[in-house]
């Protein structure tokens, strides 16, 4: 996930999308603490997270089928759907 990704989602008041950190305690973190940094099997998990490979160019030819494969929570989607939208045709 690139800057304008996170900074559209932040915008969006959808920054829950953009991943959190498992750490070994299993407790999500929006950044890894001091403790989870060193562990090896901290991971970035979310919609957005760096698995998935979404930059500025993959998030706005994001459509409703690939939304709906990425994202299972419906009202979330729908927000991220309809703002992604709004951007398109401007």
């Given at each position: 996930?690139?800057?304008f990704?996170?900074?559209?989602l ?22 890894p ?23 500025q ?7 409703e ?19 992604l ?6």
């Amino acid at each position: 996930m690139d800057n304008f990704v996170k900074e559209k989602l932040q915008e969006w008041n959808l920054s829950s999308l953009a991943g959190k950190y498992l750490c070994s305690t299993n407790h999500f973190r929006k950044k890894p603490t001091k403790n989870c940094e060193t562990s090896a099997i901290t991971t970035n998990v979310g919609v957005f997270s760096v698995e998935n490979m979404i930059d500025q160019e993959a998030f706005l030819l994001l459509n409703e089928e690939t939304l709906k494969e990425m994202i299972s929570a419906i009202g979330p989607r729908i927000k991220l759907q309809r703002k992604l939208q709004e951007l398109q045709v401007n």
